[in-house]
Nanobody, 124 residues
Framework: QVQLVESGGGLVQAGGSLRLSCAAS???????MAWFRQAPGKEREFVAA????????FYVDSVKGRFTISRDSAKNTVYLQMNSLKPEDTAVYYC??????????????????WGQGTQVTVSS
């Protein structure tokens, strides 16, 4: 089993920044780690992913240039630096990890383990 614990969410004004953290523990986790988000009444949406071995990132178009995903291998932690936040970024943000074999990094079903989520609220 892999345990994922997110932190760093909160309330911020539009244009502000937050950094989310996701600490992984348990058995050796998978090839990819990702961030998804879910706003009330909407489906879970891919935000960013990182291939653990190479550090290659992937982003949804709406966050490119504003969000940065990174990892610290020594701490088994993945980060999501969010800058220039907009009210439409408001959601519960989830960390996930999975092998993503024969599937896409943007699909939630590609990931086997999920964190409990952390709320991000951006006020206008």
């Amino acid at each position: 089993q892999v345990q994922l614990v997110e932190s760093g969410g909160g309330l911020v004004q539009a244009g502000g920044s937050l950094r989310l953290s996701c600490a992984a523990s348990g058995r050796t986790f998978s090839r990819y780690m990702a961030w998804f988000r879910q706003a009330p009444g909407k489906e879970r949406e891919f935000v960013a992913a990182i291939r653990w071995s190479t550090g290659v990132p992937f982003y949804v178009d709406s966050v490119k240039g504003r969000f940065t995903i990174s990892r610290d291998s020594a701490k088994n932690t993945v980060y999501l630096q969010m800058n220039s936040l907009k009210p439409e970024d408001t959601a519960v943000y989830y960390c996930a990890t999975g092998e993503v074999l024969g599937t896409s990094v943007v699909v939630p079903s590609s990931y086997h383990y999920w964190g409990q989520g952390t709320q991000v609220t951006v006020s206008s």
